[in-house]
C-alpha cells in the first residue's frame, strides 16, 4: 500500500493542500506529516494507510476533473 501512495502522492500538484487536509483530518501537525509521513521517512502508519490512500485518490480525482474543466 506504502508504493500506492507514494506513486499517488508524487502526482499531487498542491503538496502543502493535500497535507493540511490530511493533518486535519488525523489531528496532526502538517510538519509531523510532511517530514515522517511523505518526505523524509515516508512511513505512513498502518492505521491510517487505507485512508491516506482515499484521501488521495479524491485529490487526483480532483485534479483531473478541474483540468477537464479548463480543456473543455
Avoid at 35 to 49: D, G, L, T
Wanted: aromatic share 12%.
Amino acid at each position: 500500500m506504502i508504493d500506492n501512495i507514494k506513486k499517488l502522492y508524487a502526482k499531487v500538484e498542491d503538496k502543502q493542500k493535500f497535507i493540511e487536509v490530511a493533518a486535519q483530518e488525523f489531528g496532526k501537525e502538517p510538519n509531523t506529516l510532511q517530514n515522517h509521513w511523505f518526505v523524509r521517512f515516508f512511513s505512513v502508519p498502518k492505521k491510517y494507510q487505507a485512508r491516506v490512500l482515499e484521501l488521495l485518490q479524491k485529490t487526483i480525482r480532483t485534479q483531473i476533473e478541474q483540468l477537464n474543466k479548463l480543456i473543455s
